[in-house]
């Protein structure tokens, strides 16, 4: 039975985080191309140290020599002075960047100076705290508020949706609105057991 339980949990975060992405397009799928992400995080340990072997992991194999020489350039270059350091850990935190979403089929579109996104911030603590208990219920308690949310609006409209015409293209724009949503979340919990990224 717990099983059973921590696989419907997974399929709720899974489709909750689906849905709210498919809703709100906007918002970037990845955190990785972040200063605060976790790759950078990584890279400027990797620089000081002078070991490369713990950013190995966020590139696919194919781009190993490419970023270990890159790697190799920075270290060289960053011995030249302040401003040449500066310039040359831009350079490669921007190589692994770019290497790293290139392995996800993604588009890089360079660093970005922003903040994680929370609900990327509590996904990246549950990891490290090694619980996912309060993300599972903060996801689906903004998933179950969502659906009702968007029931009450398409159940209003649909009340008045034959009293005039302009009535009823409201109730089918909630409608729409509100089908979408249960639609991608229900998507969200078929594919989760699927190859995704």
């Known amino acids: 039975m717990p099983n059973k339980i921590a696989t419907v949990n997974s399929f709720v975060i899974t489709a909750a985080l689906a849905g709210f992405l498919i809703i709100q397009p906007a918002i970037v799928l990845g955190h990785c191309?972040?200063?605060?992400?976790?790759?950078?995080?990584?890279?400027?340990?990797a620089l000081?140290?002078?070991?490369?072997?713990?950013?190995?992991?966020?590139?696919?194999?194919?781009?190993?020599?490419?970023?270990?020489?890159?790697?190799?350039?920075?270290?060289?270059?960053?011995?030249?002075?302040a401003e040449a350091k500066e310039l040359a850990?831009?350079?490669?935190?921007?190589?692994?960047?770019?290497?790293?979403?290139?392995?996800?089929?993604?588009?890089?579109?360079?660093?970005?100076?922003?903040?994680?996104?929370p609900i990327v911030a509590m996904a990246d603590k549950a990891l490290a705290d090694g619980t996912d208990q309060e993300l599972i219920k903060t996801v689906s308690s903004h998933m179950a508020s969502m659906i009702n949310e968007k029931f009450n609006e398409a159940r209003e409209a649909m009340k008045k949706k034959d009293?005039?015409?302009?009535?009823?293209r409201e109730f089918v724009e909630a409608y729409v609105v509100y089908m979408h949503y249960v639609e991608a979340v229900h998507a969200a919990i078929v594919a989760a057991g699927g190859d995704h990224h």
Do not use: M, Q
Request: glycine fraction near 10%.
């Open 33 to 45: 191309d972040t200063l605060g992400g976790p790759v950078v995080k990584e890279a400027r340990t």
């Open 89 to 117: 850990d831009r350079y490669f935190l921007e190589t692994l960047v770019r290497l790293h979403r290139a392995g996800e089929g993604a588009p890089y579109t360079g660093l970005k100076d922003e903040p994680l996104e």
């Open 163 to 168: 009293i005039s015409i302009e009535a009823g």
């Open 48 to 81: 000081e140290t002078g070991d490369i072997t713990p950013v190995l992991k966020w590139v696919k194999k194919d781009h190993e020599t490419e970023l270990k020489t890159a790697f190799a350039r920075t270290i060289s270059v960053r011995k030249k002075g």
